[in-house]
C-alpha cells in the first residue's frame, strides 16, 4: 500500500485569524518502507508570520517572501498525494489548513483516507505526553536534527514513529468516515471540513513484522 507521510508549517494557528501554510513536506513510503519519492516546497503566505510561529520554524517574512504560493505548487502536490493514504500527526490541524488553502482556490477538498498518529498514541499511551518529540523518546529514535520545527525532518521522524507504533497492541478507535471537526484551540470552527480516520489493518500489521524480520533493524530506517 501507498502512504505519504505529510507535515505543514504555518504563519499561525488559527485558520479564523487568517493563518496561511508557509511550509509542506511529504515522504512517500510503501508497505511501510520509505521509498525515494518526496514532496517539499516553502511557500509565500502573502501575510507576515506570527511570533510565535517564527519561534516554532524559524521562517521570517523576507525568507518566505520569495517562495511560490499555493497556487503554483498546488497542482503538483494533490498529484503527489492523490489516491494514497495520509499519515500526519495532529491531523486535523494539516488537513484543517491544506483544506482552507484549496478552498481559496475555489478547489474541492482533501478526501484521501488519513491515519492521525496522534489520535492512535493517545490510544495506545493514555495519560502519556504523545508529541513527536516524546514519541521519539519513547521509541529511541534521534531527533537531534529537529531543532525547530522543519516539514521534512518532521515527516522522516514521524515515518519512523508510525512504523513502532505498528508494532505495539492496535488501538480501539471509534472510526468515522465522514465526521464534523471543530477548533480545538489550533482549528477553524468551518465544519465545511471531513477527515477520515482509519486504524492499521491486520495486512497493514503483518507487512510490518515482514518488514522489521527482514534488512532492517529497528529505529534504523536509512
Same mark, same amino acid.
Given at each position: ?106 478547489? %474541492? ?38 531543532? %525547530? ?10 515515518? %519512523? ?51 522489521? %524480520? ?9
Amino acid at each position: 500500500m501507498l502512504e505519504v507521510v505529510l507535515d505543514t508549517e504555518t504563519t499561525g494557528l488559527s485558520i479564523r485569524e487568517g493563518h496561511r501554510i508557509v511550509e509542506i513536506g511529504c515522504i512517500e513510503i510503501k508497505d511501510l518502507i520509505p521509498t525515494k519519492k518526496k514532496f517539499h516546497c516553502y511557500l509565500n503566505p502573502e501575510r507576515k508570520v506570527s511570533e510565535e510561529a517564527f519561534k516554532v520554524h524559524g521562517y521570517s517574512d523576507d525568507f518566505l517572501s520569495k517562495q511560490k504560493k499555493f497556487a503554483d505548487i498546488v497542482d503538483e502536490f494533490l498529484k503527489f498525494i492523490e489516491g494514497k493514504r495520509l499519515v500526519i500527526h495532529n491531523a486535523e490541524f494539516d488537513i484543517g489548513h491544506l483544506n482552507n488553502e484549496l478552498s481559496i482556490l475555489g478547489k %474541492k477538498k482533501i478526501n484521501e483516507e488519513v491515519i492521525d498518529t496522534l489520535q492512535v498514541a493517545r490510544e495506545k499511551f493514555p495519560g502519556s505526553s504523545t508529541s513527536l518529540d516524546a514519541l521519539c523518546k519513547r521509541y529511541n529514535i534521534d531527533n537531534s536534527r529537529r531543532e %525547530k520545527h522543519n516539514a521534512v525532518i518532521d515527516c522522516e521522524l514521524l515515518s %519512523k514513529v508510525y512504523i513502532n507504533l505498528l508494532d505495539q497492541k492496535e488501538p480501539k478507535l471509534e472510526l468515522n468516515t465522514s465526521q464534523d471537526y471543530s477548533e480545538k484551540n489550533t482549528f477553524s470552527k468551518n465544519k465545511n471540513y471531513y477527515k477520515k480516520i482509519i486504524k492499521p489493518t491486520d495486512e497493514d500489521l503483518k507487512l510490518h513484522q515482514s518488514y522489521l %524480520k527482514r534488512e532492517f533493524k529497528k529505529n534504523n530506517f536509512n
